[in-house]
């Protein structure tokens, strides 16, 4: 018996046969569409996760909602330019050698985002 899936799936036959018992075919039997139902519903969950703007995976997600909404990729060019000097910022922060180095990265990456 290999997931939680399989167990739940031996739950449901009736208790006399004793489905989810150690060496039983069954639960070999059992495992296959078990197996196949694991990844199918992972699959959805990151459909589902797709088609929710907080919860977008990836950047095509994104722009896919957007469009609906008639907004286009163009649209999003100086917010993806940001995002790419914001990690370029941070990553130089990272390497600050010294205090002075660090206000300095500091200040970039805030006035960036003008906080």
């Keep these: 018996m290999s997931s939680g899936r ?8 009736p208790a006399h046969l004793e489905a989810a018992r150690p060496g039983k075919l069954l639960s070999e039997v059992a495992a296959a ?6 990844v199918l519903a992972a699959q ?13 995976d990836e950047r095509a997600d994104l722009l896919q909602i957007a ?3 008639g ?5 999003f060019a100086v917010l993806f330019t940001r995002f790419a000097l914001t990690g370029a910022r941070i990553a130089a ?13 500091a200040a970039a990456l805030a006035a960036l985002w003008g906080l």
């Design 71 to 75: 907004l286009t990729r163009a649209e």
């Design 93 to 105: 922060l990272a390497q600050a050698a010294d205090g002075t180095a660090r206000e300095a990265a």
């Design 44 to 56: 959805l969950a990151g459909i589902r996760r797709a088609h929710r703007l907080a919860d977008a």
């Design 6 to 13: 399989t167990r739940a799936v031996l739950g449901r036959f």
């Design 33 to 38: 569409p078990a197996g196949e139902l694991d």
């Design 67 to 69: 469009a609906l909404a």
